[in-house]
């Protein structure tokens, strides 16, 4: 079966309306839905941090990259470049 977004999004927002009913444990809601607690706990935070827009997937990336060349010298590297066109 292929998951759509509006499918994996009302999942998860029909995890955090029965969560913050009240009527079960977290650990019976997880074992429903078939995910860890690690991963209820963690929409039940974005939901309540971020309400449903929280629980999108959010990207893998890194924000920051180790390696990256420090933006002022690329810039004097571009400039340098731009001056000397030959080099």
């Known amino acids: 079966m292929v998951w759509r977004e509006t499918d994996i999004m009302d999942e998860r927002l029909r995890f955090v309306v ?5 009527d079960e444990t977290m650990t019976q809601l997880c ?6 607690r690690k991963i209820g706990y963690k929409w039940l935070g974005r ?10 997937d959010r ?27 030959l080099w």
């Not at 029965?18 to 009240?22: F, N, R, S, T, V």
């Not at 074992?31 to 860890?36: K, L, N, R, T």
């Open 18 to 22: 029965e969560c913050l009913a009240g």
């Open 31 to 36: 074992a429903d839905f078939g995910v860890s």
């Open 47 to 56: 939901y309540r941090e971020f309400g449903p827009e929280g629980l999108h």
């Open 59 to 85: 990207p893998r990336a890194p924000l920051n990259h180790g390696r990256a060349t420090a933006v002022d010298l690329v810039e004097r590297i571009v400039a340098a470049k731009e001056a000397h066109p």
